[in-house]
């Protein structure tokens, strides 16, 4: 893999060397309300360059480690399958170099096949999901593949007691009642975080966050909105108590960055990217 001519901010390693490597992967094929999240990836690694690299939170630098940045993927128009089988072989080759695969999206479908080249080399990975919404559905509008069933796909590859999710405040009621016996979830806030960290200490953990997790008002670019999210503190904070963890995978999506013209969204998502790769690191 060779450099890309722009990277994220601190991101700018070599394949080689990297403990990390970060894509992006522009696609939102099958967004149900407001779409734009491929763009993400492109606009996030222009403006992190307003970020620094050190973290004040954890008092540590993106330049004292090793991260590549990949590039974002050329996926094709029109066929999901194809998309996600793309990005599975690109993370397949990061996996099998015993490098730690982190995305960037586009739309949560995006998840599953960056979770699945994951799991083929830690098939006991539990899933940390953050979220407005559940994604639990067996099938959206007569669609398997989309992003409201995104978890129900993983769920399908990992099974029972693998997935713990937080800051749900939308559900079908079938999904509520899938997840009282197939997941973990925290409705409404993430405050049972440190004692999933201590029970998963050593585990391998696979780590995706949908942005739409915060309140509008902290974060309206995104392509489905959902009032009564947690603030960016409390997502800071539940981000910097899975340092520790064996990580072994990450994600972060749903930033629609034309939904909100002022930047601030875009802006709020480098901070995440930046926090959760040196979480990672620490």
């Known amino acids: 893999m060779n450099k890309n001519i722009s990277t994220f901010i601190g991101c700018d390693s070599t394949f080689e060397e990297a403990e990390i490597v970060v894509f992006g992967a522009p696609f939102d094929g099958t967004t149900s309300f407001r779409p734009g999240t491929r763009f993400a990836p492109g606009l996030m690694r222009l403006e992190s360059y307003g970020l620094e690299t050190y973290s004040p939170y954890l008092d540590i630098d993106l330049e004292d480690y090793y991260v590549f940045d990949g590039g974002d993927l050329e996926l094709p128009f029109g066929n999901t399958q194809r998309v996600l089988d793309a990005i599975e072989n690109f993370a397949d080759e990061i ?20 979770l699945k080249a994951v799991h083929k080399r830690y098939p006991e ?51 509520s009642e899938f997840s009282k016996y197939h997941a973990t ?33 902290v974060f309206p670019g995104t392509g489905t909105i959902e009032p009564g999210g947690i603030t960016f503190k409390e997502l800071l904070t539940a981000v910097h108590s899975l340092t520790g963890l064996n990580i072994v995978g990450a994600d972060i999506v749903e930033l629609s960055p034309h939904n909100d013209t002022s930047g601030l969204s875009t802006a709020v998502a ?13």
């Open 95 to 114: 996996v099998s170099a015993g490098k730690i695969p982190f995305m960037v999206g586009g739309e949560h479908l995006v998840s599953l096949p960056n």
């Open 125 to 175: 990975v539990s899933i940390l999901h953050f979220d407005a919404h559940a994604d639990l559905r067996s099938d959206y509008m007569g669609e398997a593949l989309s992003h409201a069933t995104v978890m129900r796909r993983i769920w399908n590859v990992v099974g029972d007691d693998k997935i713990y999710q937080f800051g749900i405040r939308s559900f079908e009621k079938a999904e």
């Open 270 to 282: 480098c901070k995440v990217l930046r926090e959760l790769l040196l979480t990672i690191l620490a």
């Open 185 to 217: 979830t925290e409705k409404f806030s993430c405050e049972t975080v440190p004692s999933v960290v201590a029970a998963l200490k050593d585990k391998p953990v696979y780590v995706t966050i949908d942005l739409d997790i915060l309140d509008p008002s």
